[in-house]
């Protein structure tokens, strides 16, 4: 059974762009993560999406959304990159957003903002 | 709100000697309690989790993680570590009500050498 996946493994981007992260979560799986792992700042949970809809998101301005498609893989969106979104964006998926189920993790999207 | 508190930020030992990986949780609701491992450029791992039932919880690399309800701990502890286990360890915790936020401490940096 495959894993979670995302994309790009690493991105570079100059202040002021925009960055797409892609996941493709375990098949079966209809929830997904957006969790911020960034230096000095641990992990932090960013957004949940479960059967196409954003259900919860973090502590995080308007500028970071992003959506699930159909087929339930999920894009991370961040506008107007700041240097301090440099960091390793990790995707998580699970059967349900209900509590008491494991998430996976994928390797991750490390965003370096320059 | 929830928190997790991993008081030792990196934690060197020899190879084959015991290590224990401290947790304490905050939470006004019960939890769920999980450990993750992160090897270096990779994503999150499950170690092993809580969910109810018995306290003592093992994983099958000879880790085992001991729920204490009453000191809030959830210490994760292996008898005899491998260079193999040098990882981030992350303690995390969810709610048993509402959807599935998960919590994560700062972590843990287990350094073995030989």
């Known amino acids: 059974e495959a894993g979670v996946t995302q994309s790009p493994t690493h991105l570079i981007k100059t202040r002021g762009q925009q960055a797409t992260l892609r996941c493709s979560p375990i098949?079966?799986?209809?929830?997904v993560y957006w969790y911020q792992q960034a230096l000095g700042l641990g992990l932090q949970f960013l957004l949940w999406?479960?059967?196409?809809?954003?259900?919860n998101r973090g502590n995080f301005p308007p500028r970071f959304s992003g959506r699930q498609f159909p087929n339930y893989s999920s894009e991370l969106n961040v506008n107007a990159l700041e240097l301090e979104d440099s960091a390793l964006y990790l995707c998580?998926?699970?059967?349900?957003?209900?509590?008491?189920?494991?998430?996976?993790f994928g390797p991750g999207t490390r965003l370096t903002v320059t | 709100a929830q928190s997790v508190t991993q008081l030792d930020s990196q934690v060197p030992v020899f190879e084959e000697a015991p290590v224990e990986l401290r947790c304490n949780y905050s939470?006004?609701?019960?939890?769920?309690l999980f450990w993750y491992v992160q090897y270096p450029n990779q994503g999150l791992q499950l170690l092993l989790k809580?969910?109810?039932?018995?306290?003592l919880v093992e994983s099958i690399n000879g880790f085992e993680a001991e729920f204490n309800k009453s000191q809030t701990s959830f210490h994760l502890r292996k008898p005899s570590v491998h260079i193999s286990d040098t990882a981030e360890y992350f303690c995390?915790?969810?709610?048993?009500?509402?959807?599935?936020?998960?919590?994560f401490g700062t972590g843990t940096r287990l350094l073995v050498s030989p």
């Open positions: 809580y969910l109810s039932g018995s306290t």
């Open positions: 999406y479960d059967e196409g809809e954003e259900r």
């Open positions: 998580a998926s699970s059967y349900s957003g209900t509590s008491g189920y494991e998430q996976y």
């Open positions: 939470s006004s609701v019960s939890v769920y």
């Open positions: 995390a915790v969810s709610t048993h009500t509402g959807f599935q936020k998960l919590v």
């Open positions: 098949s079966g799986h209809t929830s």
